[in-house]
């Protein structure tokens, strides 16, 4: 099968780089506490492990998986594919996402980790595409803002591939 071509949104070195400052600021920002981030799958497990690696503050990690894409399409309904293997009561939680599109993903996740009762809630998204929007979502650690484009790479999909490849690109065409 041949792949078509890819333009390159944002390089891995770029990435890498923002993913450091992202780290960063967290440590700073949770300096003598401990925390528990929730890579959202599968779209964030790239971004997550690597934020993980420039986090230093201990850290627990758990995952939760949701959909509400089909191809290059949302639903509008979201879906629950894996829960977290443990209560998050009294901790403090920060959600790593892909990337907040019209925000309706993370609606349903923040109202859904706020019943679980966390002592403080935050998310870090890699990406934001503000012309999107229907829910107007805070980011408190965002990567990247970008125009209203379909990225694959770095963990993003398209009809599940591309997600192993290491910077962010657009389909061509
Ligand atoms: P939202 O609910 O904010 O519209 O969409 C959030 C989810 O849709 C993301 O977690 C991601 O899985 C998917 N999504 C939104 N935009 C894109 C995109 O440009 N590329 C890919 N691969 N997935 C996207």
Redesign the pocket.
């Known amino acids: 099968m041949d792949s078509p071509p890819i333009d390159t949104l944002i390089s891995a070195e770029r990435i890498q780089a923002r993913v450091r400052e992202l780290g960063a600021q967290i440590n700073r920002d949770y300096a003598g506490q401990s925390i528990v981030l929730v890579p959202?799958l599968k779209?964030s497990f790239v971004f997550a492990a690597d934020l993980a690696r420039a986090i230093e503050v201990p850290c627990a990690i758990d995952f939760f998986g949701c959909?509400?894409?089909e191809g290059?399409e949302?639903t509008g309904v979201?879906q629950t594919t894996l829960d977290l293997s443990k209560p998050v009561e009294g901790k403090h939680v920060i959600i790593v996402?892909?990337?907040?599109?019209?925000?309706?993903?993370?609606k349903y996740m923040l109202e859904n980790f706020e019943t679980r009762r966390p002592a403080s809630l935050k998310l870090c998204s890699l990406l934001h595409?503000a012309a999107?929007t229907k829910v107007p979502i805070d980011i408190d650690y965002l990567g990247f803002e970008i125009d209203d484009?379909?990225?694959?790479g770095y963990g993003?999909?398209?009809d599940e591939l591309y997600r192993n490849l290491p910077y962010l690109g657009v389909i061509r065409g």
């Open positions: 959202v779209g959909r509400s894409y290059t949302s979201v996402e892909d990337i907040v599109d019209t925000g309706l993903t993370m595409k999107r484009v379909f990225v694959i993003l999909d398209h």
